[in-house]
């Protein structure tokens, strides 16, 4: 069969010419000639998955078929057992008085940079991949009116660990700060392992370089909630998160130096424990649109910032009334 | 026998119930008890320090700090897998279960009532500073342009702290300042 030569269908369903077919009830020591008035029938491929039976035993039915969220399954893992100061610090309080400071009345959906459609002046336009977006290599989302649905509020935090000394000595260096961040979040780490081989750095490919967790919820709060108050207070010529950092959609991050995660309570208490820590990243996922109300959320969870702010993807009074004037709304002075 | 090179991966990867052949079987409970330090019941004693962690059973090896620092990366590997961390599982007789449900159900119902009131107040704060707009544009333009004045950027105080149950040590400080009037005060 044309492509599959692995396949042999059992009866020969092919449409041969008359003649063809005489020949080769004649002619057995012959080959076949190429069939050029052929069709070939297409059989299923049957994906074969592979399985473990064991695991099928009726002893196990019913470990399979509990679901997650249940408290008989064996992947069920509490969540809301301790009361959440900072999660009901933020209903309470702040939510209401963010809906505030974020209000603008009569706002109106600030549209992102999306793919242009080609004008048409060629023939080679048509059905052509549209254009990227002016002014900016991918697209950005649109800036939506701010309403009481979505008020901006922390939506996970991103902890991430790069381990020099992994690259250097040995893969085994980045285990303390594996089970360091395991302690401090309450979430086991991933690892992290290097993609590229350079030979200047010493750096091969699938090398453990260090470890990244993601955690949400109660956990993210609590988090938050200890380097607010016990860990940033403790740093030596600590202001503040720069006013600059954000990726412009209302993500802010910052680092702590080797000497800084020490103040975690879990790290302070047992020093011995941990003597090759290194440095985290740490990245505060927002639900706000832009950087700057990500910022006021944050200072009003307890987070201070300093410089001079940086203010990208924040449309201008002179871009707001372009926008207006396309729609017919003129301001009249 | 485990020799190290394979034992990261081994040990380090993710975990998801699955019957397929090339996974671990049932997911283990790799989401943390985040245990404080235990020392491994079985003595693992190591010789060999090599590249290579090689495990024996039953072998003493003497002295050394290369020694030591192993027994420290292998008590680092077995807190971060899952091994002997994992609770029994639940097993609820037939009334046990229904009282379960019953507690459970009406938590949820606790949750998502107070999760509606909340959206609810919103909702109104909302729409009544809508319409207080709506009002003061028709009533006066200058009044309205000025009330539309934002400041930029908007930043909540210190002051404005998560609230902790039990007060603080000076529950009220009448001579507060905010700290920039504090700062021009000390300048003059």
């Known amino acids: ?333 | 026998m485990i020799v190290a090179q394979g034992f990261f991966r081994h040990i380090l990867r993710p975990r998801t119930p699955s019957i397929f052949a090339n996974s671990s079987g049932f997911g283990d409970a790799s989401s943390a008890f985040a245990p404080s330090t235990t020392v491994p019941q079985t003595t693992i004693d190591v010789k060999n320090c090599t590249g290579t962690l090689m495990f024996t059973r039953g072998k003493r090896s003497r002295g050394g700090g290369e020694t030591q620092q192993k027994q420290k990366m292998v008590n680092m590997l077995s807190l971060i897998s899952p091994r002997r961390k994992q609770p029994r599982r639940i097993k609820l007789s037939y009334e046990d279960l229904l009282r379960h449900r019953t507690v459970h159900r009406a938590w949820q119902l606790v949750v998502r009532t107070k999760r509606q009131e909340r959206r609810l107040e919103l909702q109104k704060q909302y729409f009544k500073m809508k319409h207080a707009c709506d009002e003061l544009r028709k009533t006066s333009q200058i009044l309205y342009q000025s009330a539309m004045e934002k400041p930029s950027p908007i930043r909540f105080p210190m002051e404005y702290r998560i609230p902790t149950v039990t007060p603080p040590r000076r529950i009220w400080n009448a001579t507060w300042k905010p700290p920039a009037e504090e700062k021009k005060r000390k300048t003059l």
């Open chain 1, 1 to 333: 069969m044309a492509g599959r030569p692995h396949l042999k269908p059992a009866s020969g369903a092919y449409l041969r010419s008359f003649q063809q077919q005489q020949q080769r009830q004649q002619n057995f020591h012959t080959t076949t000639p190429v069939n050029k008035n052929s069709i070939s029938i297409v059989h299923p491929v049957h994906h074969r998955i592979r399985y473990k039976k064991n695991q099928l035993q009726p002893a196990y039915k019913d470990i399979l078929n509990t679901p997650k969220w249940d408290t008989r399954s064996h992947l069920f893992r509490p969540q809301y057992t301790q009361h959440s100061r900072l999660e009901e610090h933020y209903n309470s309080t702040i939510a209401p008085d963010l809906l505030l400071a974020n209000f603008v009345h009569d706002e109106r959906v600030i549209p992102g940079r999306k793919r242009q459609e080609w004008d048409g002046s060629s023939p080679y336009h048509i059905n052509r991949q549209k254009r990227a977006p002016a002014g900016s290599a991918v697209e950005t989302p649109e800036i939506k009116p701010r309403t009481f649905k979505n008020i901006p509020a922390l939506k996970a935090i991103w902890v991430n660990a790069f381990v020099r000394e992994a690259v250097r000595v040995n893969q085994e260096r980045a285990l303390p700060t594996m089970v360091m961040m395991q302690q401090i979040t309450g979430k086991k780490p991933r690892p992290v392992f290097s993609k590229s081989t350079i030979m200047t750095w010493r750096l091969r490919k699938n090398m453990m370089v260090g470890a990244k967790v993601k955690i949400q919820g109660p956990d993210m709060y609590q988090f938050f909630a200890t380097l607010v108050e016990v860990v940033l207070p403790r740093i030596k010529d600590f202001k503040g998160v720069e006013n600059t950092s954000g990726d412009m959609f209302g993500n802010v991050s910052f680092g702590l130096e080797p000497t800084d995660v020490k103040w975690f309570p879990e790290v302070e208490g047992n020093p011995d424990l941990w003597p090759n820590l290194a440095g985290l990243h740490i990245t505060l996922v927002t639900g706000a649109q832009t950087d700057p109300e990500a910022r006021t959320m944050l200072s009003a969870l307890g987070l201070p910032f300093v410089g001079k702010e940086r203010l990208y993807n924040v449309p201008s009074l002179e871009a707001l009334e372009v926008i207006d004037r396309k729609r017919g709304i003129i301001y009249k002075d």
